[in-house]
């Protein structure tokens, strides 16, 4: 959606995903990346996914959304 929100050589990334009520939001590095609309509910596991290199996790929480 936005210009690239790349962290420096490293650094970190932060990547804070939102799901409320069918849809859901992904922020990298403070910049809103992507949108998704009209989602179906699911359960299940989470899964977390590396295009073409090692990926590596500092900290991951899971938070509910406060009404």
């Known amino acids: 959606?936005?210009?690239t929100s790349e962290a420096p050589l490293g650094q970190w990334y932060i990547?804070?995903?939102f799901?409320?009520?069918g849809n859901a939001w992904?922020?990298?590095n403070g910049?809103?990346?992507n949108i998704a609309t009209h989602t179906e509910p699911l359960t299940g596991t989470i899964g977390f996914q590396a295009?073409?290199?090692e990926m590596e996790?500092?900290?991951v929480e899971l938070r509910p959304i406060e009404k």
């Open 57 to 59: 996790f500092r900290k």
């Open 1 to 3: 959606m936005a210009p």
């Open 15 to 17: 990547v804070q995903t």
């Open 19 to 21: 799901v409320d009520h």
């Open 51 to 53: 295009e073409g290199a």
């Open 31 to 33: 910049v809103l990346q």
């Open 26 to 28: 992904v922020i990298v």
